[in-house]
């Protein structure tokens, strides 16, 4: 955990600051396609009404206002199709289905994500300290990375169905 954060501090004071601190990867990320890793220089902004007009009102809500599902209610929280987990917002791939995996916790769970297509921000909203994880790619709330995961990068991506829109292979 020292580690990731070290180098969240790092990144973060190498560059601009309207840019989040980039997750750390891992040896199953050296496997990924670079053509699914995030391109920044092409970051997605709209304005909210734009993002309005194409999410459903609970997309909007999570996705964009740092909203939560409830647990055990989102559409992926009990799924196990093979395939890709995108943005439901821009289409960035973040999550592969093999690295789903049951936490218990009522939400999809993944240990590890797809290149650097996900953004690690400090989160003290709740009266709790956790790590907000965000799409690289337009800034949408996904959900909260823990260190009680599995092997073999001991991490928990705890994201909202709502976040997310699934591609089978």
Not at 24 to 30: A, G, I, K, M, V
Not at 92 to 119: C, H, Q, R
Not at 142 to 154: I, K, R, S, Y
Request: overall charge negative.
């Amino acid at each position: 955990m020292f580690i990731r954060s070290y180098l969240a501090i790092a990144v973060l004071f190498s560059v601009s600051p309207a840019c989040n601190s980039q997750s750390s990867t891992t040896d199953t990320n050296s496997t990924q396609s670079s053509a699914m890793k995030a391109d920044t220089t092409d970051k997605i902004i709209k304005t909210d009404e734009e993002w309005k007009a194409m999410l459903t009102p609970e997309q909007y809500e999570i996705a964009r206002k740092k909203g939560t599902e409830r647990a055990f209610t989102g559409e992926y929280w009990n799924h196990h199709e093979d395939g890709v987990y995108k943005c439901a917002c821009c289409g960035m791939p973040l999550f592969n289905s093999d690295t789903k995996f049951e936490s218990g916790s009522g939400w999809p769970s993944f240990y590890n994500e797809i290149g650097e297509n996900v953004t690690e921000v400090r989160d003290a909203s709740q009266g709790m300290i956790r790590t907000e994880i965000l799409c690289m790619k337009c800034d949408a709330h996904l959900g909260h990375v823990f260190d009680d995961g599995p092997n073999p990068t001991g991490l928990r991506y705890c994201v909202n169905s709502a976040s997310l829109k699934f591609e089978k292979r």
